[in-house]
Each structure stands twice: as structure tokens, then as C-alpha cells.
């Protein structure tokens, strides 16, 4: 049973550029949080999704962020037109039910943007 | 005030010592959750809690409830200990993560 997995692991966009961020959680889980760490930084949650369903993006940014996890397929975090300042490591995470459980972080995909 | 505070935020320690990182947390919770994450940054899940107390191996976290306030301890610490360790609690369905504790054990 493979861990949560993410990819790319390191991505380097210039600036105005799109990045895509993939996440593929543990099988058999269907929540799927995305955080991000800014350097220096701690962990921010951004936004938390089901299957074919966003629950909660209050922590994502307005406008050029982007997320979804469609029915099949990896949960992706696209962010368009890319700045310095979206330069960070972005971590997935994954749970098998709503509270209360365990969860499991993928080894994270570091943006960088030059 | 962060929702979420963790002490100290650097703590450097020799090989053997016991060591305490605190977690004290202002909002109602569902679960609260003890994680690693070692340079290069790969985060691990130590602990997850909702009440009591659990060990594993060298690691004991403790939670108290009504006093809003968890501990991690670490017995018999070791150079591979040195991580940032990070208190996160749960509820409305979100994480929220405490700075880190960013712990150096010197050989």
C-alpha cells in the first residue's frame, strides 16, 4: 500500500508560468488536504477535498490558485501565472474518514519560481 | 495569539537527555496531532490524540483536555531525533499547525 504520493517533487516555473501540483492519496482514503510551507515558515492548510468535491478552500488564495480531485485521477493544486512569492513546498495530505484519524503527508513538491 | 502555540521554538539538547515540547491550543477540538518533519522536509505522523496519553518506542505524547495542552517526550534522545517537531489540531475539518519546535541533538 503505497504512501501518499506526490509529484513533481521539485518544479521550477518562471514567473507568469503555471505550475501543477499532483497528489495521489493512500488507497482507500478520500480526503485530501493540501498545506503549504513558506520558507521559514510553518504549515498553512489551504484547502481540503473529496472525491469530485471541494469542502473547504478558505485557505487558498482568490484568485490564480486552483484545486481539484476529480473521480478518477490525482488530486491537482494548479496555480497560474506564478510569482516569486508562490515559492514554497507544498504538501499533500490524506485520510481515510472525516475526524479523528491519522494522516498521511506525501514527501511534499517544492515550487520554486524564478 | 496563534491558535496553536508551541514551546520552546529551538531547543538543543546532548545526546540522552529527556525532552519535552509543549502544545497549547485555544479552539475546541476533535483530535490533535504530534508530526516530524526532518530536513529535506518529509512530514511523518508521530501521534494522533484525543485523549490520554500513547507511546511509541522512545516517544510518549500526553493530552489534557480541560487544560488545552499536549506534550511530546522524547526519552533517551539521539542525534536522528534533531527534526522540527509540529503540534497540529483538528477540527472544522482542517488542520492547524503550531510554528514547530526545531530540536538539535549534539552527540
Known amino acids: 500500500n503505497a504512501g501518499v504520493m506526490q509529484n513533481p517533487r521539485h518544479l521550477v516555473r518562471r514567473r507568469g508560468q503555471e505550475a501543477r501540483l499532483r497528489c495521489s492519496p493512500m488507497?482507500?482514503?478520500?480526503?485530501v488536504y493540501w498545506y503549504r510551507q513558506l520558507p521559514e515558515e510553518g504549515l498553512k492548510f489551504m484547502v481540503y477535498?473529496?472525491?469530485?468535491?471541494?469542502?473547504?478552500e478558505s485557505g487558498m488564495p482568490k484568485e490564480r490558485f486552483s484545486a481539484e480531485f476529480p473521480k478518477e485521477g490525482p488530486s491537482i493544486l494548479r496555480i497560474q501565472q506564478v510569482v516569486r512569492g508562490d515559492s514554497a513546498a507544498y504538501f499533500c495530505?490524506?485520510?481515510?474518514?472525516?475526524?479523528?484519524?491519522?494522516?498521511?503527508f506525501g514527501e511534499g513538491s517544492w515550487l520554486t519560481v524564478v | 495569539k496563534n491558535e496553536v502555540e508551541q514551546s520552546p521554538q529551538n531547543l538543543t539538547a546532548q545526546e540522552g537527555e529527556f525532552i519535552t515540547i509543549n502544545c497549547s491550543y485555544s479552539?475546541?477540538?476533535?483530535?490533535l496531532h504530534w508530526l516530524q518533519q526532518h530536513p529535506g522536509g518529509g512530514i511523518v505522523s508521530l501521534f494522533m490524540?484525543?485523549?490520554g496519553k500513547k507511546k511509541h518506542g522512545r516517544l510518549i505524547a500526553t493530552i489534557n483536555i480541560q487544560e488545552k495542552h499536549s506534550s511530546l517526550h522524547i526519552t533517551a534522545s539521539h542525534p536522528r531525533d534533531s527534526a522540527v517537531y509540529i503540534c497540529?489540531?483538528?477540527?472544522?475539518?482542517?488542520?492547524?499547525f503550531g510554528q514547530g519546535t526545531r530540536l538539535t541533538i549534539n552527540p
Open positions: 497540529a489540531v483538528e477540527g472544522a475539518q482542517k488542520l492547524v
Open positions: 488507497k482507500g482514503h478520500s480526503h
Open positions: 479552539v475546541g477540538i476533535s483530535a
Open positions: 495530505a490524506s485520510s481515510a474518514e472525516l475526524t479523528g484519524n491519522t494522516i498521511y
Open positions: 490524540l484525543s485523549s
Open positions: 477535498l473529496q472525491k469530485e468535491n471541494i469542502i473547504d
